[in-house]
Every structure is written in structure tokens, then in C-alpha cells.
């Protein structure tokens, strides 16, 4: 095949992969057709990769033919055995290697020295501190998360020094690209500099903040692969690291509202850390109850509205929740369940549970859709989560979460707190619903209430 009809298969291919990535984004915006999305969206992958290897001047096939066999038993194998708890930090730990891929690229090319001109070096320059960012900061986020770093690190002048790192960076990025100095030495004080930006940038982000981080760096791995794809001339590449640089930015927008802060309030105030921060304006006591006592109240209810938490992943409750939702359903009670865009560790991370338990999607609502139910629900039953049902959101102008939109689980007629424990949420303060005179606390290892609440109802 002549190079001409080789170059115009890979153009009609990689149109072909542009039409499976957008139809596949497409169809994730709905958990309904969330998983064939992603099969489309595979298939556009495979179709570029496989394109790829006919492309003009291709070389070291052993080597690429390896990296991809090693790289898909690696990830089938930590696929498979991840649990849905450890889904965040996998998520992180997987769009890191995204970044560091992007940012492996522009070193490769930035090492040639002058070989490139001024607007290719550029480029290269500037995904390759991007892909630096978000590959080492992906990291962080993910030791955060998996619960390797225990304690964010802040310290006065922080902010100063991530600016004077971020200038050190574009001020070596600058004499890389203007080809002033490109030598070995100053490409990798660079990536250097790049990759401890990330390091600096993410280590005082605090637990709760970590949803809205881990799609900023999402947002920046894509960004990263579409300016390397511009240095490649690849228009796999563009079109991949654009869509999905696109769709992140949207997401980490939507997150930072869901919170009603900033994005820069968010990788700069700290609030997401537990340590340091009070109580506010919390009067009253906390009224334990028995799991019998809310299976006899559920199963007499007419409406339920079930509210979950990180403490439903960490006991891995879904199932035994969904069980108990099934008994009260036969038994005619409406049920449904409420999901905050925050709630979790990632982004959708309730929804993800409860579809792996097999919750029909038409009783999963967000908080836009169910919150004006709440008042005319019998109970709300809150299982593992704190500062998204936290009233002092609406009330408190002193709290750090005050304009948070918040789920209005204190406005059931009745509320069920299943916890572990009486300590606080991420933001480190005291949770104002656990107080009030309609709420009972039901404490316990969540998977193993649910169970007795079952043996409860099915008793009646």
C-alpha cells in the first residue's frame, strides 16, 4: 500500500475514533447507558492504537508490543481485584499515569534539543509541565486516599512557594522552547520542578476536597495529551486529550459549585482537612436508638429516603442496604435514594455502589431532584455521611461549609443515622442533624446494621 493510501486510512480511522469518543462521552452522562459508553469509547481507543502501528516511520515494535501486554495484564489484573472502596485512589492512581505518559512524551522530544522549532517546543513545554502536575499530584492524591500520607502538610508561605516553583518551571520551560539553553541539565530541572509543583500543590488539600481534585487532574491529563498531540501530529491524541479535557473542566466546575467554593478556594484554603477545625453553634444531645425500633418505623412507613455516605463504602453496605430497600418495597413503602455530587471519594462514587448492588437507576435521584421530598418523607435514613446532610450549611454563617448546598435530611419527619462512631466528617466539625429532636443515632458497623434491620423487618 502506498504511504499516501496508508496516511489517508489513518485519517478515516482516527475520524472513526473522534465519532466512538464523543458518542461513548456521550452516552456516560447517564448511569442508564453508562457502560456501553464505555465499550464505545474502548473500541475508539482500539481501533487508534492498532491504526497506529501502520503509521509512516514506526519503529521499536518489540518494545511497544510489551509495554502494551504488560500494561494490560497490570491493569486487568488490579481491575479485577480493586474493591468499590478503593475505587477513588485507583481512579487517581490511573489518571496519574496519564499525566506521566503525556509528560514522558514531551521529554522524549524535549531531549532532542533543537530539533523541534519554537511553536512544537512550546507545546511539548507546556504539556509536559501539565502531565508533570497531574501525574505527580495524582500520586498524592492517591496516598491520601489509600491512606499512605495520614496528615496534610501546611506550613506559612506555602502558596509563595508553589509560585516561586511554578515561575522556576516556566522560567526553564521558556529557555527549553526559545532553544536559549535546551540542554539535558536544564530539561530535567524542568520536569523536576514541574513534577514537585504537583507535589506542593496537593499535599495540603485536605480528604473532603479530594472529588473535585482528582477531576481537576483529570481535566489536566487530558490536556496534557492533546498539547503532546499537537508535538506528534497525532490527531488520535488531540481529539482524546480535548474531549476529555473538556469534560473534566465541566465536572471539576459542577463539583466546586456542589460545594459552593472556588476552585481556588479549594486547592488553596485547606478546608478539606479534619485537623483544627471546631464546632460551631451545636446545642443538644445525640439519642442513640435500636435496630428493631427503626425496622418496626421503616416498615410502617409510606415514604423512605435513603442517603449514602463514605461510611456505606467502607463498611461495603451496599448490598445488605438494597436487601432492606426490596423488604420495605414489597411491604408497598416508597423508596429512594438521595446522592449529593460530593458524597464519597470521587466523583459518583454512590452511584457506582449502588449500581454494583443492582439499585434500579429510576430510584436514584440527585440532590436538585429529591431534596424537595424530604419533607414528605417518613424517614431518612443517613447511612455513613456528615457534612452533606449538615444543616449549619444553610444557618451558620461562621461555618466553613456554610452555603454548601446540602441534602435536607433534617427535614424528614423522621431521621435515622446509621455511624460508626460519634466522630465529625472531613470538615473536622460537629454535625448539627445529629442533634436534632427528629433524629435517633443508630450506631454500628453500617453492613451489619443493615442486617439486623432486615432480620427486624422481616420479623414483623
Not at 18 to 36: D, E, H, N, W
Not at 113 to 121: F, K, Q, R, S, T
Not at 169 to 179: E, M, R, T
Amino acid at each position: 500500500m502506498a504511504e499516501g493510501d496508508i496516511r489517508l486510512l489513518i485519517d478515516a480511522s482516527y475520524f472513526v475514533t473522534a465519532v466512538l469518543f464523543i458518542f461513548g462521552l456521550k452516552r456516560m452522562s447517564s448511569p442508564v447507558t453508562a457502560r456501553s459508553g464505555i465499550l464505545w469509547a474502548g473500541a475508539g481507543m482500539l481501533v487508534a492504537t492498532i491504526v497506529t502501528f501502520l503509521y509512516p516511520g514506526m519503529s521499536n515494535y518489540p518494545l511497544i508490543l510489551a509495554a502494551i501486554v504488560v500494561g494490560t495484564i497490570v491493569a486487568w489484573w488490579s481491575g479485577k481485584r480493586v474493591a468499590m472502596t478503593d475505587m477513588p485512589q485507583m481512579i487517581a492512581l490511573y489518571n496519574g499515569m496519564g499525566g506521566g505518559a503525556a509528560a514522558a512524551i514531551a521529554a522524549v522530544e524535549l531531549y532532542r534539543g533543537e530539533e523541534h522549532g519554537l511553536a512544537i517546543a512550546t507545546l511539548a513545554v507546556i504539556g509536559g509541565i501539565i502531565g508533570a502536575v497531574s501525574f505527580s499530584g495524582s500520586l498524592i492524591a492517591f496516598a491520601k486516599l489509600q491512606g499512605l500520607i495520614k496528615r496534610s502538610l501546611r506550613f506559612g508561605g506555602q502558596q509563595v512557594l508553589n509560585l516561586l516553583i511554578l515561575a522556576g518551571a516556566l522560567v526553564l520551560g521558556g529557555l527549553v522552547a526559545l532553544h536559549v539553553d535546551a540542554s539535558p541539565a536544564v530539561v530535567t530541572a524542568f520536569f523536576v520542578l514541574a513534577l514537585l509543583l504537583g507535589v506542593t500543590m496537593t499535599l495540603p488539600i485536605g480528604g473532603a476536597d479530594m472529588p473535585v481534585v482528582i477531576s481537576l487532574y483529570n481535566a489536566l491529563t487530558g490536556l496534557a495529551v492533546g498539547f503532546e498531540g499537537f508535538v506528534l501530529n497525532n490527531a488520535a491524541m488531540i481529539i482524546a486529550g480535548t474531549v476529555v479535557g473538556a469534560a473534566g473542566s465541566l465536572l471539576t466546575q459542577l463539583m466546586a459549585k456542589a460545594m459552593n467554593r472556588s476552585l481556588g478556594n479549594v486547592l488553596f484554603s485547606g478546608f478539606g482537612e479534619t485537623a483544627g477545625a471546631e464546632a460551631t453553634g451545636v446545642t443538644g444531645s445525640l439519642k442513640p436508638i435500636e435496630a428493631n425500633d427503626v425496622g418496626v418505623m421503616m416498615a410502617f412507613a409510606q415514604k423512605v429516603i435513603v442517603v449514602p455516605g463514605y461510611g456505606m463504602a467502607v463498611a461495603q453496605a451496599q448490598h445488605k442496604i438494597w436487601e432492606l430497600c426490596q423488604l420495605l418495597i414489597d411491604r408497598g413503602v416508597t423508596v429512594r435514594f438521595a446522592i449529593h455530587p460530593v458524597a464519597g471519594r470521587m466523583p459518583g462514587h454512590m452511584n457506582v455502589l449502588l449500581a454494583e448492588a443492582g439499585v434500579p437507576y429510576d430510584l436514584i435521584a440527585d440532590l436538585d431532584e429529591i431534596n424537595a421530598e424530604f419533607e414528605t418523607a417518613d424517614v431518612a435514613l443517613v447511612i455513613g455521611a456528615n457534612d452533606v446532610v449538615n444543616p449549619v450549611a444553610r444557618t451558620d454563617k461562621s461555618s466553613p461549609i456554610y452555603g454548601m448546598p446540602i441534602l435536607n435530611a433534617d427535614r424528614a419527619k423522621n431521621v435515622i443515622v446509621i455511624k460508626r462512631g460519634k466522630g465529625t466528617g472531613f470538615s473536622g466539625i460537629e454535625n448539627a442533624l445529629f442533634y436534632l429532636d427528629n433524629t435517633r443515632m443508630l450506631y454500628g458497623d453500617a453492613q451489619k446494621v443493615a442486617a439486623d434491620l432486615i432480620q427486624a423487618v422481616k420479623a414483623i
